[in-house]
């Protein structure tokens, strides 16, 4: 954390301004739409400089503005979910059964063995990684993108989910596991090299 | 003996929520004789870590 970040009154537009970049890739991930990604940094660096004297120092600059993006992406969803409606939902819930299948044997066994991963962790230093990490979440439906986004980035519970989306737990659960599948299949062919081990 | 179709939606709920100790218990005995689904699991947990690690 540098050194004028830590006291508020340091907390300049200026300052502000240097955080966009990074504000503005963390919302384009998430919204996958320039002009909506643009708005939410925009009102999250207006609201920042306007509620400066609250941000204590505590934490670093960067997760404080990261926090106040969280709460408008997340109004977004909320407006997006609104306005695509429930039936867009359940056409999506039911157009997707059945994806994963190929996956599996009948009697469920893996049709294609899950592959090791080397040295994942060395992989999120890499700004190609994250490059197709994003192509790969932009594959996933709108509304399974957007659960997996309010679970995994903006860190709610799926009690929180279900009741912000209105879907049952039971759907909620099938649409983060289908987000994770594809998100694993997209990151195994177009990362990890599709070099399969076992049998 | 539950199937890797079974293990894998039950590896994805737990990152969600607490698994009943049946289904714990069940997916505990799988993961120990299936390297797939261990190695699924592993995969789970990176992409998760990958979530909160989003780079700046």
Redesign the interface.
Known sequence: MAKNETTSGALSLALLEEYRP?LLR?AL?QLRDNPSAEDAVQETLLAALENRATFSGKSSA?TWLTGILKHKILDLYRKQAKEAGQVSLEAELDSGAGDFDT??QP????QT?????AD??K???N?RF?EI?EICTKLMPAHTARVFMM???LGLS?EEICKGMQIT?TN??VM??RA??S??LC?EHNWFGGKFE?T | ML????V??LV??S???RLNLLEWAGLRVHLLLC???R??R???A???????????
Do not use: V
């Open positions: 990074y963390y991930l960067k996956l599996f009697d469920g066994h893996w063995w899950p592959q090791a991963w994942p962790l992989n999120l230093e700004k994250w990490f679970r995994e980035f799926t737990a909620c659960w983060l596991y994770r599948m998100l694993k990151l076992g | 199937t890797c179709k079974e894998s939606m994805s709920q990152l969600d929520r390297d797939g689904c190695r699924f592993q995969q789970m990176f992409i998760r870590r990958a979530c909160r690690h989003f780079p700046g």
